[in-house]
């Protein structure tokens, strides 16, 4: 079983940044696609950012394209979620994500196999 779990989260004031992490572990992950995803009070959780096995590809959302930055560093199991200029809009529950299967591209309209249990960004205006 592969275990996500995400830190970094917190209250920022709008125009602040923050840097999500997400550590993977348990059973060893093949080629995983990695991606954040973010569910707001009330809304639907929407696909924010997603990254390829080796960092050659990633896929952002519009709303996040220019202010977010996805990486990661595979001899830590871990990928980050770097935000600037953060927005009131972008407060949410972030979650972590991985899937053996998909690409970046197909990870912004697909399911993932596995979830961490995410972290709250509070963005005040």
């Known amino acids: 079983q592969v275990q996500l779990v995400e830190s970094g989260g917190g209250l920022v004031q709008a125009g602040g940044s923050l840097r999500l992490s997400c550590v993977g572990s348990?059973?060893?992950?093949?080629?995983?696609?990695m991606g954040w995803f973010r569910q707001a009070p009330g809304k639907e959780r929407e696909f924010v950012a997603a990254i390829s096995w080796r960092g050659l590809i990633t896929n952002y959302a519009d709303s996040v394209k220019g202010r977010f930055t996805i990486s990661r560093d595979n001899a830590k199991n871990t990928v980050y979620l770097q935000m600037l200029s953060l927005k009131a809009e972008d407060t949410a529950v972030y979650y972590c994500a991985a899937d053996n299967n998909k690409t970046p591209i197909t990870a912004r309209n697909s399911g993932m196999d596995y979830w961490g249990k995410g972290t709250l960004v509070t963005v005040s205006s």
């Open positions: 348990g059973r060893p992950f093949s080629t995983p696609t």
